[in-house]
């Protein structure tokens, strides 16, 4: 407790001290940059997830091939949620003669619990609706062109006749964008009646829960410790929508990596301010210790003064985070038009405790070290430094920084990147640092007066030069990767959804009908038409083995394996796919060749030179695994995970599938379009598209938001690094005027000073931001073909060293200023 | 006050009339100087001696243009400092004037050489390095010169400053109580070769000074008591 007053009392006295604010405001600042973007991050993540529940329709499911025991309703019940029940299956359909495989899917009238059922009704237009009632059915477009009919009409199907209540137009289908048959929507007990559901049927049966997101996780947690019935999986809104995932991930990538750098510069500036508040309480350290002292309550009260400043700096983080990410989330939240997402606190609670750890972790070794001044630096100063070779103590910075760029990253590899970047930025800057001070202890005899006194000036703080000099450029490298190469990656990741990105997918065309749709869809204006043939067929063997027989660990294949699949070909590799094994075949391998993608490749354990064999339509083909690709799934263009050889792939039977682009406004040619060819599912990708230029733009304002903080902190680094050597420049300032030295030519040497200091941190960030930009672009984002505006970069390192210049200028005026009296008043 | 500069005629380099110093402090005006004359010939050696805060160390700082009077007079070597702005001093002082410290002001940065070269740089002398050489050759520390002041002990950091302070050849040196951190033989030492660099290069030694041994080597001294002149030695009035 008296220790804790003593720090109190000493933190009061010494807070008018710069150094004591530079460290309360980098913690505040480094609390504030986490917090927002974890506040944010995990709002995000709950909305989108709330988002991703109106896809699937419910905030979890579970799909079975036997009906689901009552229990999992019932517990579902017991804790509030709402349900539903459903089940889908294939199922012909019969009208006036016709006929048409359907993909069925029945439901109860509570369906769907989350998202919207649009259908389109003859007598009142377009609804939002449930689930049909007994006797009704709603029909898709191409089930209705396919049979003729339209809403109101009547069907057959299982076995009864039901009334087309209305065309539907769009379901929660937990975004799978590929449904191969018409579509159609019963009502269950229809279904039910109609004995579709029965044992031996092919229905796959469906319960969905919706309610408060704690409900929904206690009975996630107790369907997890239930032996589910075979083939029964979790349906969560995780799996869904790939493409808006992969979105939200790189936004969310794109702002812990802004949070993580300013974070990052806050600890260069704690470390710095830490080592000169360290500096000036040497004396009184030593003077403790000389008048009895105990060492570990010297580091005791050091510790407490820290203690304090940081627990309200802290504090004050906090609440400015929250009320940052309550502000844009103001902005963000029209996003997710769902339930509403409560400002969670956990993230800035965390952001608080990661900000203490910045603070103790880059302030500790300087103040444990101050607490070693042997008492006999009372009469000798020189006694307080002692020099070692290599302290351990400075691992701890260095040790704290890797566990923020491990936590904050969100991926092992950015985390490795970000470390091994800043980490060879450092020793760079570190070396050409040294490198220019050799060279000025050798040029500086025959250099302009002004320059050989800035150079001896460099070289006679070697020590603090070398530690400014690694300071700034790690600063500034934070600063361009924000300022510079953030910016061109969003770009970069804004070009990849130029405004002519495919908008259509069309399903379904005949070989016969390629011409003629061409010619139509030209005429209408559509662009980018890229066409791929397509075959349903099923895996049958590996190596020879009936899929049968073989069994997995990951829960995935199986269901793959009984699932109609759909392959493609192509003779060249299509944009977006990367070989990561083996080799793209050429025109005419000797053997049918197949290249999977790494999904594939981890679902069934499968290497280059496997077998694989398919059953497509009446025949088969083996096929061997003859390259393994990397696919970049948040591409809006048609990617396969199966793609064969065309050499011995285009004779099996096989519809096409395009992607392509037609500018907004032209509903009436693409509804007349889909009647002259009934039997191609069109499908507009518009709105998700949409939404994914949407994040970008609200990532880029978001980022910008997080950049100011970054901003701020770099100021406080700059301001730390200048200040680390005002104390010795006053005094060498008051010397060299008392020998005589005029205050230009004091200036024109720190100009020297800074300008040198500036160049080299300035240059090195440039080539370090680049180098990580690029290599960040490449391995965590993603973008493809992506270059760091090089440019701008030096240009901006060239500022940056003007700026380095005239803040050490505009630093130093008071130090030039300093009357050369005060020699004389020290002794 | 500048008609009474061309006063100054002969061989004196210093001239100091009527100089007073007065500071603001919390309590009101506090008057550290009242009224001081004294006259510095060429070659000699002058001691300025006093009590702690009787002014020495103000007047020191007046006399070498480091800080200007409230009012009075000083001229050094013909050139009147309180009509010179802070630039025109300090390019004076580096010309005519060196400067020895009690806690010796060496850049713990800087070897001893380097220390020493800093006055020569700030001239822009090419023969920078061998001239430090020299002088710390003539204070008998060529084997410390690479040496650091942390590595020095008190004495030899006095003789590295007493090499910096005579190394551009001035011809005015001014000493802050040079042997006022050094024990009695130390201190002997360096006030010898003080002594001697005054004789064989004939410039001219103001020191300021509690050490009567120190103050009595000196050709002429005064003591001051609150801020006035209260003794003058040797060839001096007393008031």
């Given at each position: ?14 807070w008018?001290?710069p150094?004591l604010r530079t460290l309360a405001a980098s913690m505040t600042l480094a609390v504030v940059a986490l917090g927002v973007v974890a506040t944010l991050a995990t709002r995000i993540e709950r909305g989108m997830l709330a988002n991703a529940a109106e896809l699937?329709?419910?905030d ?54 989350r998202g919207k ?93 919706a309610g408060g997101p704690a409900e929904v996780s ?19 809104p995780e799996?869904t929508q790939e493409r808006m995932r992969s979105a939200f991930d790189r936004a969310s990538a794109f702002l812990r990596l802004t949070a993580l750098l300013s974070a990052l510069l806050a600890g260069v500036a704690i470390?710095?301010a ?33 203690g304090a400043l940081a627990l309200p700096a802290s504090l004050l983080g906090m609440l400015i985070a929250l009320g940052i990410a309550q502000a844009a989330w103001a902005f963000a939240s029209t996003l997710f038009t769902s339930v509403p997402v409560a400002l969670p606190l956990g993230p800035a609670f965390a952001a608080a405790a990661m900000g203490v750890a910045v603070l103790v972790g880059f302030a ?36 704290v920084a890797?566990v923020l760029i491990w936590s904050q990253s969100g991926s092992?590899?950015m985390a490795?990147?970000l470390?091994?970047?800043l ?51 790690l600063g500034l490298v934070a600063l361009l990767l924000l300022a510079i190469v953030a910016p061109a990656l969003l770009e970069g990741w804004r070009r990849e959804l ?136 948040s ?51 518009d709105a998700l598209l949409d939404r994914v230029r949407e994040i970008v733009d609200r990532v880029s304002h978001a980022v910008r938001w997080v950049l100011g903080f970054s901003l701020l902190a770099g100021a406080l680094v700059l301001a730390a ?48 931001a680049?180098?990580t930009g690029?290599?960040l672009g490449?391995?965590v984002f993603?973008i ?5 505006p090089?440019?701008p970069?030096?240009?901006s390192?060239?500022g940056a060293?003007?700026v380095?210049?005239?803040l ?20 | ?239």
């Amino acid at each position: 407790m008296r220790l804790l007053r003593l720090a109190l009392r000493s933190l009061r006295r010494e807070w008018h001290l710069p150094e004591l604010r530079t460290l309360a405001a980098s913690m505040t600042l480094a609390v504030v940059a986490l917090g927002v973007v974890a506040t944010l991050a995990t709002r995000i993540e709950r909305g989108m997830l709330a988002n991703a529940a109106e896809l699937i329709g419910g905030d979890l499911g579970i799909a079975s091939p036997q009906q689901l025991p009552a229990d999992y309703a019932a517990q579902a019940h017991q804790r509030g949620l709402a349900i539903s029940h459903g089940a889908g299956f294939p199922s012909v359909a019969f009208a006036h003669e016709q006929s048409q495989l359907l993909d069925v899917q029945a439901s109860d009238a509570a369906y769907p619990l989350r998202g919207k059922l649009e259908l389109r009704r003859a007598s009142q237009g377009d609804v939002i609706g449930h689930g049909p009632a007994p006797g009704e059915v709603y029909l898709d477009h191409r089930a209705l062109v396919a049979l003729a009919l339209k809403a109101g009409d009547h069907v057959q199907l299982g076995g009864r006749d039901l009334l087309i209540a209305a065309e539907l137009l769009r379901q929660p289908d937990g975004g799978e964008l590929f449904a191969l048959a018409p579509r159609a929507i019963m009502n269950l007990a229809d279904a039910e009646q109609a004995g579709l559901l029965g044992t031996g049927s092919r229905a796959r049966h469906r319960l969905l829960v919706a309610g408060g997101p704690a409900e929904v996780s206690r009975w996630r947690t107790w369907v997890q410790t239930q032996a589910l019935p075979q083939g029964a999986e979790l349906i969560t809104p995780e799996q869904t929508q790939e493409r808006m995932r992969s979105a939200f991930d790189r936004a969310s990538a794109f702002l812990r990596l802004t949070a993580l750098l300013s974070a990052l510069l806050a600890g260069v500036a704690i470390a710095l301010a830490a080592q000169r508040y360290a500096r000036r309480k040497t004396n009184e350290v030593a003077l403790l210790r000389a008048l009895g002292t105990p060492r570990r309550r010297v580091l005791g009260l050091l510790l407490g003064t820290l203690g304090a400043l940081a627990l309200p700096a802290s504090l004050l983080g906090m609440l400015i985070a929250l009320g940052i990410a309550q502000a844009a989330w103001a902005f963000a939240s029209t996003l997710f038009t769902s339930v509403p997402v409560a400002l969670p606190l956990g993230p800035a609670f965390a952001a608080a405790a990661m900000g203490v750890a910045v603070l103790v972790g880059f302030a500790l070794p300087p103040l444990a070290r101050l607490a070693e001044v042997p008492p006999v630096a009372v009469f000798r100063e020189s006694m307080a430094r002692r020099v070692r070779r290599f302290d351990a103590l400075y691992l701890i910075p260095v040790a704290v920084a890797l566990v923020l760029i491990w936590s904050q990253s969100g991926s092992a590899r950015m985390a490795g990147i970000l470390a091994v970047s800043l980490v060879g930025v450092a020793a760079v800057a570190a070396l050409l640092a040294a490198v220019m001070l050799w060279v000025a202890r050798h040029v500086a005899p025959g250099a302009h007066p002004a320059l050989r006194l800035g150079l001896a000036a460099l070289a006679r703080r070697r020590g603090m030069s070398l530690l400014q000099a690694t300071a700034l450029s790690l600063g500034l490298v934070a600063l361009l990767l924000l300022a510079i190469v953030a910016p061109a990656l969003l770009e970069g990741w804004r070009r990849e959804l130029p405004a002519d990105t495919p908008n259509w997918f069309v399903l379904n065309l005949q070989d016969d009908q390629r011409p003629g749709f061409e010619q139509s869809l030209a005429s209408i204006g559509g662009q980018q038409l890229n066409m791929l043939p397509l075959a349903v067929g099923k895996l049958m063997a590996i190596n020879g083995h009936p899929i049968g027989q073989l069994s997995f660990k990951d829960e995935r294949a199986k269901d793959w394996a009984d699932r109609q699949l759909r392959l493609s070909w192509a003779s060249d590799l299509p944009p977006s796919n990367q070989v990561i094994a083996g080799t793209w075949p050429g025109p005419q391998p000797a053997q049918p060749e197949i290249s999977i993608d790494t999904m594939w490749r981890d679902m069934f354990a499968l290497k280059v030179g496997d077998t694989m064999s398919f059953s497509v339509g009446e025949g088969t083909i083996d096929a061997k695994v003859g390259s393994i690709r990397q696919v970049d799934w948040s591409s809006f263009r048609v990617n396969f995970f199966l793609l064969l050889d065309p050499a011995h792939a285009s004779e099996l039977p096989h519809t096409w599938i395009a992607s392509f682009y037609v500018p907004r406004g032209h509903t009436e040619s693409l509804a007349k379009l889909s009647r002259d060819y009934s039997n191609l599912s069109l499908i507009d990708v518009d709105a998700l598209l949409d939404r994914v230029r949407e994040i970008v733009d609200r990532v880029s304002h978001a980022v910008r938001w997080v950049l100011g903080f970054s901003l701020l902190a770099g100021a406080l680094v700059l301001a730390a690094a200048l200040a680390a050597s005002a104390a010795e420049r006053r005094h060498e300032a008051a010397l060299l005027r008392t020998l005589g030295a005029r205050r230009a030519q004091l200036r024109a040497a720190a100009a020297c000073e800074f300008a040198l200091l500036g160049l080299v941190a300035g240059l090195t960030a440039a080539f370090g931001a680049a180098g990580t930009g690029w290599w960040l672009g490449r391995a965590v984002f993603h973008i493809e073909g992506f270059v760091p505006p090089l440019g701008p970069l030096v240009l901006s390192a060239l500022g940056a060293a003007t700026v380095v210049m005239l803040l050490g200028l505009a630093g130093t005026r008071k130090v030039t200023r300093t009357s050369p009296m005060r020699l004389l008043r020290e002794g | 006050m500048s008609d009474s500069s061309p006063a100054v005629v002969g061989n004196v380099l210093l001239d100091a009339r009527d100089v007073s110093k007065s500071v603001r402090g919390p309590e009101g005006q506090l008057d550290i100087l009242r009224g001081v004359t004294l006259q510095v010939q060429t070659g000699e050696s002058f001691a300025i001696v006093g009590a702690s805060g009787s002014g020495k160390t103000t007047l020191l700082g007046l006399l070498a243009g480091l800080d200007t009077p409230s009012s009075g007079h000083i001229a050094l070597d013909n050139h009147a400092l309180e009509q010179m702005d802070e630039e025109a001093r300090a390019d004076l002082r580096r010309r005519l004037v060196g400067f020895v410290f009690q806690s010796f002001h060496l850049l713990p940065a800087l070897t001893a050489e380097e220390n020493v070269m800093l006055p020569l740089e700030l001239e822009g002398s090419d023969d920078a390095r061998s001239r430090a050489r020299a002088a710390l050759d003539a204070v008998g520390l060529t084997p410390r010169r690479r040496h650091y002041p942390a590595q020095l002990s008190g004495g030899e950091q006095q003789r590295v400053a007493i090499a910096r302070a005579f190394v551009h050849g001035p011809r005015l040196l001014f000493a802050d109580e040079p042997t006022g951190n050094l024990d009695q033989r130390t201190g002997h030492h360096v006030s010898d070769l003080l002594f001697a660099l005054n004789h064989d290069h004939r410039t001219t030694l103001v020191l300021v000074t509690h050490d009567p041994l120190l103050a009595e080597r000196c050709a002429r001294r005064v003591e001051l008591h609150e801020g006035r002149v209260v003794t003058r030695g040797a060839a001096e009035l007393t008031i």
